[in-house]
């Protein structure tokens, strides 16, 4: 029912930054602060990846091969979750994707945002 728009991907140099931002719409402040939302990325010729999630009250997790690089927040006001991507590496050049959780194999997927790190 929510649709989530993925923005902020871009080019960067390796150790750069960049801010993603996944938009709702669709749906009220208080229905959005419920939702368990995740962020996937997917590289070419490769299975996608979770990457982090945040909960309803603001817990977190995050895949080993980002902790410590990236956070993720949200703004139940605005209805958005954002990922905050520092220390970037060519690694982490894929397509990024947010998604309400739990996802499942009939869960659909946006367009998703580049992220392109070169080296």
């Known amino acids: 029912q929510v649709q989530l728009v993925e923005s902020g991907g871009g080019l960067v140099q390796a150790g750069g930054s960049l801010r993603l931002s996944c938009a709702a719409s669709?749906?009220?402040?208080?229905?959005?602060?419920?939702?368990?939302i995740g962020w996937y990325r997917q590289a070419p010729g490769k299975q996608r990846e979770f990457i982090a999630a945040i909960g309803s009250a603001s817990n977190t997790n995050y895949a080993d091969s980002v902790k410590g690089r990236f956070t993720i927040s949200r703004d139940n006001a605005k209805r958005t979750v954002y990922l905050q991507m520092n220390s970037l590496k060519p690694e982490d050049t894929a397509v990024y994707y947010c998604?309400?959780?739990?996802?499942?194999?009939?869960?659909?997927w946006g367009q998703g945002t580049q992220v392109t790190v070169s080296s």
């Open positions: 998604n309400v959780l739990p996802v499942v194999a009939k869960t659909s």
């Open positions: 669709g749906s009220t402040f208080s229905t959005f602060s419920m939702f368990r």
